[in-house]
């Protein structure tokens, strides 16, 4: 069982950053997939990007939506079962609901497709101002 609470969204001008924080519980986090979505109003769940467990001889590997690669980066910190999305150069068409999602037996290009992801974050709104 995975439980995901996410934080750090707000209202932002165009061009600012903000970083999201997905908090984990539970012992089995550094062993999941962590992805994070977007859904704007009256539009499909969209994939932004995501990041799998880490291995003792590399890290996991890290996927993102084209539509925000090269401004978002994704990260984890295991000891404090927390995955970031810092995001940059934000554009009034970033403005959407974001959500983290979590699954222990996800790889590859299943990442992308929110319906593969067992377990979902309540969201935070995100919010850019032209």
């Known amino acids: 069982q995975v439980q995901l609470v996410e934080s750090g969204g707000g209202l932002v001008q165009a061009g600012g950053s903000l970083r999201l924080s997905c908090a984990a519980s539970?012992?089995?986090?550094?062993?999941?997939?962590i992805g994070w979505f977007r859904q704007a109003p009256g539009q499909e769940r969209e994939f932004v990007a995501a990041?799998?467990?880490?291995?003792?001889?590399?890290?996991?590997?890290?996927d993102y939506g084209d539509s925000v690669k090269g401004r978002f980066i994704v990260s984890r910190d295991n000891a404090k079962n927390t995955v970031y999305l810092q995001m940059n150069s934000l554009k009034p068409e970033d403005t959407a609901v974001y959500y983290c999602?979590?699954?222990?037996?996800?790889?590859?290009?299943?990442?992308?497709?929110?319906?593969?992801?067992?377990?979902w974050g309540q969201g935070t709104q995100v919010t850019v101002s032209s």
């Open positions: 990041i799998a467990r880490n291995f003792a001889w590399r890290d996991g590997n890290i």
């Open positions: 999602a979590a699954d222990l037996n996800l790889r590859g290009i299943g990442v992308k497709f929110p319906g593969n992801y067992e377990y």
């Open positions: 539970g012992r089995t986090f550094s062993s999941a997939t």
